[in-house]
T-cell receptor
Framework: DVKVTQSSRYLVKRTGEKVFLECVQDMDHENMFWYRQDPGLGLRLIYFSYDVKMKEKGDIPEGYSVSREKKERFSLILESASTNQTSMYLC?????????????FGPGTRLTVL | GENVEQHPSTLSVQEGDSAVIKCTYSDSASNYFPWYKQELGKRPQLIIDIRSNVGEKKDQRIAVTLNKTAKHFSLHITETQPEDSAVYFCAANPLYGQNFVFGPGTRLSVLP
């Protein structure tokens, strides 16, 4: 059974702080994704990664960066948090080109930036 | 790039009735279309998916239909139950890509 975990369920930060959101998957998946979820806007892709040390911009990368130093871990970084980054952040993983496209999601991190 | 629209944004049905949610996509090269269900406070989970070489797929009370010519696909839930109440997201997966483009979601309420 695929397990995707995120480091925090709730996080409160102040404007200008550097914020790290961590995601870990235990099924040796090649692909990992970071989304933000806002009411009425669905799931919007921030960044994704097909392999270690590889990253691709999604639809809304501005204000974010990512790091993938190990296959199982994908980090989302807010260099200088702003109030408009208050949102629910969801991490996901999928097997890769050799397998199913299905994405498995983590429980989400609700980030509030004051 | 791909764009996915989803209607309606909210849907209320009586228990036992059917529910239909429709999505359209813009990129004719997209070849995989999953549907995710997200219950309140929980993570999205895949409930059914369809590939572009198939017109319809069924799994018990849920079914998905795909019209490639018109570039739309629909989720059908029959004999709805209160536990079907959730937000449903459709998505499209571009050819050769591993990322999804999601629709904005439909909040389904099944009234007892």
């Amino acid at each position: 059974d695929v397990k995707v975990t995120q480091s925090s369920r709730y996080l409160v930060k102040r404007t200008g702080e550097k914020v790290f959101l961590e995601c870990v998957q235990d099924m040796d998946h090649e692909n990992m994704f970071w989304y933000r979820q806002d009411p009425g806007l669905g799931l919007r892709l921030i960044y994704f990664s097909y392999d270690v040390k590889m990253k691709e911009k999604g639809d809304i990368p501005e204000g974010y960066s990512v790091s993938r130093e190990k296959k199982e871990r994908f980090s989302l970084i807010l260099e200088s948090a702003s109030t408009n980054q208050t949102s629910m952040y969801l991490c996901a993983s999928s097997r890769g080109t050799s397998g199913s496209n299905e994405q498995f999601f983590g429980p989400g991190t609700r980030l509030t930036v004051l | 790039g791909e764009n996915v629209e989803q209607h309606p944004s909210t849907l209320s049905v009586q228990e036992g009735d059917s529910a239909v949610i429709k999505c359209t996509y813009s990129d004719s090269a997209s070849n995989y279309f999953p549907w995710y269900k997200q219950e309140l406070g929980k993570r999205p989970q895949l409930i059914i998916d369809i590939r572009s070489n198939v017109g319809e797929k069924k799994d018990q009370r849920i079914a998905v239909t795909l019209n490639k010519t018109a570039k739309h696909f629909s989720l059908h839930i029959t004999e709805t139950q209160p536990e079907d109440s959730a937000v449903y997201f459709c998505a499209a997966n571009p050819l050769y890509g591993q990322n999804f483009v999601f629709g904005p979601g439909t909040r389904l309420s099944v009234l007892p």
